[in-house]
């Protein structure tokens, strides 16, 4: 499960994390302090639920939400705010639901609830294989043992922990299916298992790349404007 928590004040970002975090040990939580930022990040990131402060300094909450959901439409997005006049606005805009700070757990807790979060819940767990088309025939492969894909050909290179397997699809295809498997963009050819990330290093003009488990002679670059949510990801 991947979260964002969006909000300007970063003791309410920190609270609400920490109380997520007991409620749902298992997901994943990103955070951002903008209108600008939460774009960038819902334009980079399949996310489950979204909380989203009503008055962020640059763009406000109300004004943001259908954006959010253009780019996203199965994604939950809950306000958050400190003023209880915003509960009918929220409706009127079609989100989950709104909790008020400062935050209450009980509260928080119905929230997940009502919006089908279960502390159990784990993206892995409701697709441990996917199938891969290659050489006429059909492969099903353990999600966790796909390293990373790239672009390859018309169609992409699938780097897994035994061998390679290639498949006509995009890897914009490959990428709707598993951003919400525990996979990053993390450049325009690569899409990488984070939980294979191996290195991440300052490379040539002051750029980033990244080295994977057991492709370690390989080198991945990492496009400037996606470091900092995979330095996030990461917990960097």
Known sequence: MRIAVVDDERPARSELRHQLSELLPDAQIDEGESGAQALEMAGEVCYDLFFLDINLGDINGTVLVNALKNMQPNMKVVFVTAYSEYAVKAFELDVEDYIMKPFDKRRLEKML?????KKSEKPLDSMKRIAINTEGKT??????????????????????????YFEGKTIGEFEKRMCDMGFFR????????????????????????????????????VGREKIKILRQLLGG
């Not at 492969?139 to 390679?164: A, P, Q, S, W």
């Not at 003009?205 to 994977?212: L, P, T, V």
């Open 139 to 164: 492969i099903f492969k353990e999600v966790g043992d796909i390293v990373y894909i790239e672009t390859y050909n018309r169609g992409c290179l699938i780097h897994t922990v035994e061998e390679d």
């Open 186 to 221: 993390s450049q325009k050819s690569y899409l990488v298992n984070l939980n294979k990330v191996k290195e991440l290093f300052l490379w040539k003009n002051n750029s980033f790349a990244i080295k994977m488990e057991g492709y370690e002679k390989e080198i991945l670059p």
């Open 113 to 117: 609830k009502k919006c089908g979060m």
